[in-house]
């Protein structure tokens, strides 16, 4: 099993910076794909970012693409999501999610994650 642990997340005015953080335990984390969701209220969960086990690789939602960056570090067991130039609608609960490794490193669907933290609570006012 994989605990994984988010946080970092606060209230921040637009086009402030926020970093989100990651801490799994229970597995080595550079075994395991991990990406980042969020979601707003009375909203579906949406994919933010991916990034393979070694980091060498990553993905973005188009909307956070340039602004939102993905990392990892494998000998802390952490990832990571600096989050610049936010704005109000990236307010959402920001996830943390990890899956085994497979055929690929790339998926955006939530079911592809078998992983999940707790969620840490993002805010980005006007």
């Known amino acids: 099993q994989v605990q994984l642990v988010e946080s970092g997340g606060g209230l921040v005015q637009a086009g402030g910076s926020l970093r989100l953080t990651c801490a799994a335990s229970g597995r080595t984390f550079g075994s395991l794909h991990m990406a980042w969701f969020r979601q707003a209220p009375g909203k579906e969960r949406d994919f933010v970012a991916a990034?393979?086990?070694?980091?060498?690789?990553?993905a973005y939602a188009e909307s956070v693409k340039g602004r939102f960056t993905i990392s990892r570090d494998n000998d802390k067991n952490t990832g990571y999501l600096q989050m610049n130039s936010l704005k109000p609608e990236d307010t959402a609960v920001y996830y943390c999610?990890?899956?085994?490794?497979?055929?690929?490193?790339?998926?955006?669907?939530?079911?592809?994650?078998?992983?999940w933290g707790q969620g840490t609570q993002v805010t980005v006012s006007s």
């Open positions: 999610a990890a899956r085994n490794l497979g055929s690929g490193w790339y998926t955006r669907y939530v079911s592809e994650y078998e992983y």
């Open positions: 990034i393979n086990w070694s980091g060498e690789s990553t």
